[in-house]
Structure formats: structure tokens, C-alpha cells
């Protein structure tokens, strides 16, 4: 029998099929001839039920959930990703722009270049498009994705040459010979936040929802609630021209997110970035930025990515958004995990407020 269903099964289900011609063959043995024609054909059926009902199932064993990340090959997206990939109750795909991130990705983390999709997010085509054609492949059956795009800003070639230039006057004058504060920060033409971090992310939303998708976590930023907060000068010339406000066309696709789609969420709005400290640390969430009072309010890439895990596992189900920072304790002193800290605030039932 299972020669005969080979071409159908696949590689779970032959060992299904197999145990099933065992015990069929087995049951055969012990009836009489009469029966052998009805035993063939029951014994056919049960086969052939069994080689479509997923293993999952039969098994009675949780099939990975299918998670998206996009920015995948960012500092961010990277961790969450590869995370993902070593847990086995996850299937990762990785969305990144580009196909030198594609092989960024591939080489960092090891993982097949069929777990790696190229898409450029201010491409993607919202749910205002008459076409939703543009689905990138590869991509069906997810259950959630963790945004991990961002507009990125680099530095102006320009500005680091006016900077250059000034040194001769500015050591001839007894200044510092280069001002770090002459260097401007730029985005790349499209790729700037009103593009990626309010239409992409849209974008993003959308696609979620054209697919199905549960849940969403987003890594947006902290600060959302000051439209003064510096970052949201960068890109601005000194008139505040420009195509800055990164943190206000975050804040934008969030309440997107939260007004118009009725999906699960965790939003999760991170102090500055950076690397894990030497010493243990703690993480402290809170909502509405109260966390900036703080004089030190950073928290690793690696402790977001855990809280992106988190959000995964215990945020499931919930519409949450909150800010969080990692403080540094004492050796020795027991630190909660990612799961417990979300799982501690989500008792709390506080949630950002949009309305500020
Ligand atoms: P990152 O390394 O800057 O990565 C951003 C990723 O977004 C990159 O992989 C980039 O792809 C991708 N991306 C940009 N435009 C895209 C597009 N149009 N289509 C598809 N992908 C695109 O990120 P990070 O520093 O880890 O930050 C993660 C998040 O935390 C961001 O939302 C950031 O704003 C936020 N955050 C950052 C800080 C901080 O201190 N830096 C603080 C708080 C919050 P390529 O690699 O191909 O360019």
C-alpha cells in the first residue's frame, strides 16, 4: 500500500502510511478469504484519509507556527529571526529588502535561502490598492509577523566634508578640531520614514491581514508622545523642512494598527539600542513615555528581541503596547526572563495611550 501512495506522501505521512500497512497487513493475516476483499478496500481508505490528514494532527503533536520578520537582516530583525529559528515550536521566514540582505541573512544565521523573502516594503501594496497581487511568495499560512523595518538614517557625505574643511579655522581658533555636531543625518530618496515607517508599515498591516495573520508585534521606538523629541528632527533642514518625524509616522501606523484592523497586537516601543551591558539587567516596562525621566533608558537588542519572543508566547491573544528599558542589578541577583516580565505587566492590564 505504501508503494502505491508513494507520489502522494510526503515525508511525515509515509511514516504514517507505513505503521497503517503494517497494522492493515497485520489485521489481514488474521481473516478468512471472504473478507480479504472488504479488508483491502477499508484497509485502502483508512490509507488514503490518513496520507491528507496533516501530521499535526494524526500525531496529536502542535505544528510550528509560521512567524514573519521583516527587517530581518537589521541589528534587530536579525535576533528575533534566529530566535525563531532555533525554537521548534516556530517556522521563521525572514522579509528583507534587499538581495545583498538576502544573503546577509543567509550567511549570519545559517538558515535556507527558502526561509528568505525579498521585498521592499514601500512596495508593498496596501489595502487601498485595487491589486493585492504583489503578495511577495512564500509568505502563506503565517500566523503573525514581527515588524522589524525602519527608515534608516546615514550620514551626509556633504556634511562630513563641510566638516573636514572647517578643521584649519577651527584649530587656528582653539576649537575642537572636528564637531561631531556639524554632521547631518540623511535618508536614503524613498526610503524615508513617512515611505517605511507609516505607508510600509501600513503596508505591512495590510498584508497581514490579506493573509490571515492573528497577530502582530511591531518594535517601534519610544519618545512617540513628544513631537519635539530629537529624532524627529533628523532629515529636517533648520527650518524643519524635510522628511523627518520618524517617530511620528511610527506613532501613525500604530494607531492604524489599533483603530482600524481588529487584529492582536504587541507593540513594543524601546528605549536607545545597544549592546547587552556586562552585568545582569533587569527590564522595566511602562506605557506613554514615562520612562524617558529615566537618565538611563536603553535596553539591548537582544532583550527586545526576547520580548518579541514573548509576545509570541504570552502575548498571544492580547492588544498591548508599552515602552521598556533594561537596568543593570547586581550579580547574583535573579532577573526575571522576557515571559515573565510581559506576562507580570500584561496583569496589570495597562496599554499605551493614543490619545496623548
Ligand atoms: P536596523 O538595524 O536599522 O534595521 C532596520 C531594517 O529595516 C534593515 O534591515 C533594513 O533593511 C530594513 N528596511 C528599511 N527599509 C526597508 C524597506 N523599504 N523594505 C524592507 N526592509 C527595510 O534596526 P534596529 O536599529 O535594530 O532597530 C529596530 C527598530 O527599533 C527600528 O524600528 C528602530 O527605529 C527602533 N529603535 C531604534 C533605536 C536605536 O537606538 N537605534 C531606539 C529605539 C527604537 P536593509 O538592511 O536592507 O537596509
Not at 511514516?15 to 488474521?30: D, E, R
Not at 521566514?93 to 521592499?120: F, I, M, Q, Y
Request: glycine share 8%; aromatic share 6%; proline share 3%.
Amino acid at each position: 500500500f505504501a508503494r502505491h501512495f508513494h507520489g502522494l506522501l510526503t515525508k511525515q505521512k509515509i511514516v504514517l502510511s507505513q505503521l497503517c500497512t503494517y497494522v492493515a497487513g497485520s489485521t489481514m493475516g488474521k481473516m478468512t478469504l471472504g473478507n480479504a476483499k472488504f479488508t483491502s478496500v477499508f484497509a485502502v481508505t483508512l490509507l488514503t484519509l490518513l496520507a491528507f490528514v496533516p501530521s499535526s494532527i494524526a500525531f496529536g503533536v502542535d505544528a510550528p507556527m509560521k512567524v514573519i520578520v521583516t527587517g530581518a537582516a537589521g541589528r534587530t530583525g536579525k535576533l528575533v529571526f534566529s530566535s525563531l529559528n532555533k525554537d521548534n515550536r516556530f517556522q521563521a521566514v525572514g522579509l528583507v529588502r534587499t538581495e545583498k540582505s538576502a544573503k546577509k541573512l543567509v550567511k549570519t544565521t545559517k538558515c535556507g535561502l527558502d526561509h528568505v523573502v525579498v521585498s521592499d516594503v514601500t512596495k508593498l501594496l496596501s489595502d487601498e490598492d485595487e491589486e493585492v497581487s504583489s503578495i511577495p511568495k512564500g509568505l502563506d499560512g503565517a500566523e503573525a509577523i514581527v515588524i522589524c523595518t525602519s527608515a534608516v538614517p546615514a550620514i551626509s557625505k556633504t556634511s562630513v566634508v563641510k566638516a573636514m574643511l572647517k578643521i584649519p579655522l577651527n584649530l587656528v581658533r582653539g576649537k575642537k578640531a572636528f564637531n561631531f555636531r556639524d554632521l547631518k543625518f540623511v535618508y536614503k530618496p524613498g526610503q524615508y520614514p513617512e515611505k517605511v515607517d507609516y505607508e510600509g508599515q501600513k503596508a505591512q498591516i495590510d498584508l497581514a491581514k490579506n493573509l490571515g495573520m492573528r497577530q502582530i508585534v511591531i518594535v517601534s521606538s519610544m519618545g512617540g508622545t513628544d513631537p519635539s523629541n530629537f529624532l524627529n528632527s533628523i532629515g529636517k533642514d533648520k527650518d524643519g523642512n524635510g522628511n523627518g518625524d520618524i517617530l511620528l509616522w511610527k506613532r501613525k501606523a500604530e494607531k492604524y494598527l489599533i483603530e482600524e484592523t481588529g487584529l492582536e497586537y504587541t507593540i513594543i516601543h524601546p528605549g536607545g539600542l545597544r549592546k547587552p551591558a556586562d552585568k545582569p539587567e533587569e527590564l522595566i516596562l511602562d506605557v506613554d513615555d514615562k520612562l524617558l525621566k529615566n537618565e538611563k533608558r536603553s535596553i539591548s537588542r537582544e532583550d527586545v528581541a526576547q520580548l518579541c519572543m514573548a509576545a509570541l508566547t504570552v502575548g498571544r491573544g492580547k492588544k498591548v503596547s508599552f515602552d521598556c528599558i533594561a537596568r543593570e542589578v547586581d550579580e547574583g541577583k535573579a532577573v526575571k526572563s522576557a515571559e515573565e516580565a510581559l506576562t507580570e505587566f500584561l496583569e496589570t492590564g495597562k496599554t499605551a495611550d493614543y490619545s496623548l
